[in-house]
Nanobody, 122 residues
Framework: QVRLVESGGGSVQPGGSLTLACVVS????????VGWFRQDPGKEREFVAA????????RYGDSVKGRFTISTVNAMNTLYLQMNNLKPDDTAVYYC???????????????WGQGTQVTVSS
C-alpha cells in the first residue's frame, strides 16, 4: 500500500525559509514521479512542483518559480521542498503527491499525503 507522510511545516516570517519533507512507502510504478501541491481555505488546490525520483522532468508552478526547489533522495524514499523568500500568500496546507510521471503529478496525482500547514506571517 502506498503511503505518503509529510513533515516540516510550521510558522515563518516573510522573507524566511522552510523545508518540507515527504516519505513515500510502498513505492510502485504509480509513484515513479512525486511532487507538491498546496491549498489555502477558500481557494483551489494549486500545483507547486514535480519531479521524477532521479530529478528529471522538474517543473514548477508559476507563483513559486525561482523561490522553491524540489529535490529527492531516492535511497531514502524522501522528497523535499525547499522554500525561500516566503510570502504571506504562500500560507497554505502543503500536500505531497505521486503519480507515474511529473506531468501526471501536476494534473492528476494517484496518491496524496495528509498535508502539513505552512504559515507565513509577521
Amino acid at each position: 500500500q502506498v503511503r505518503l507522510v509529510e513533515s516540516g511545516g510550521g510558522s515563518v516570517q516573510p522573507g524566511g525559509s522552510l523545508t518540507l519533507a515527504c516519505v513515500v512507502s510502498g513505492r510502485t510504478f504509480s509513484t515513479a514521479a512525486v511532487g507538491w501541491f498546496r491549498q489555502d481555505p477558500g481557494k483551489e488546490r494549486e500545483f507547486v512542483a514535480a519531479s521524477t525520483w532521479s530529478g528529471a522532468g522538474r517543473r514548477y508552478g508559476d507563483s513559486v518559480k525561482g523561490r522553491f526547489t524540489i529535490s529527492t533522495v531516492n535511497a531514502m524514499n524522501t522528497l523535499y521542498l525547499q522554500m525561500n523568500n516566503l510570502k504571506p500568500d504562500d500560507t497554505a496546507v502543503y500536500y505531497c503527491a505521486a503519480a507515474k510521471t511529473p506531468a501526471a503529478v501536476a494534473t492528476a496525482p494517484a496518491h496524496w499525503g495528509q498535508g502539513t500547514q505552512v504559515t507565513v506571517s509577521s
